[in-house]
């Protein structure tokens, strides 16, 4: 399982990687709402296209093995440990929006400048997705429980819409 402390001690080896990371999925909901609400599995972070070489060679050399190719989407990296992240690569715009790319070439995934936020984990303030950008991406598909409790404590606490 991802701890709070494994996931913090991934933010702090990519930021002395001189990476610019941003959370998503469960943590980042997490971190929206500011306190762990469930197990995770696994720690969803998004980064620069352009800083992927540091944050290969910071996670390879802290023991990580990329165990998934689905690029240009996204890849999944692992520990021996069982830790895993799965990293999604971001082409950033000069407004601060940014596009990842998707299994649809012609329809990348649209992140705007207003969707990077702050919210905390274990107290200490880290960058994520924003609410509205969560419940986006969990559009279109058959959501498992975790996503159903993760949206509906997003409408709990922020009002967004539920997706499904």
């Not at 997490?30 to 972070?45: K, M, N, V």
């Not at 069982?82 to 082409?91: E, I, K, Q, S, T």
């Not at 950008?133 to 959501?143: C, L, N, S, W």
Request: charged letters at 25%; proline letters at 6%.
């Amino acid at each position: 399982m991802m701890t709070i402390g494994a996931a913090l001690s991934v933010l702090d080896l990519l930021d002395g990687a001189g990476a610019d990371v941003v959370i998503a999925g469960g943590w980042g909901v997490d971190a929206l709402l500011g306190e762990q609400t469930r197990d995770h599995r696994d720690l969803d972070l998004l980064h620069r296209r352009e800083q992927e070489p540091a944050v290969l060679a910071a996670l390879t050399a802290a023991g990580y093995s990329e165990t998934f190719d689905g690029r240009p989407a996204r890849f999944v990296m692992t520990h021996p440990s069982g830790l895993g992240l799965d990293l999604h690569p971001l082409d950033f715009a000069p407004d601060g929006s940014a596009l990842q790319a998707s299994l649809d070439p012609s329809e990348p995934y649209r992140y705007p400048a207003e969707c990077f936020v702050t919210g905390t984990i274990g107290g200490a303030r880290v960058r994520c997705l924003s609410a509205r950008q969560q419940v986006a991406f969990h559009r279109g598909y058959e959501p498992a429980g975790r996503d159903r409790l993760d949206m509906a404590a997003l409408h709990e606490r922020f009002g967004t819409d539920l997706p499904f």
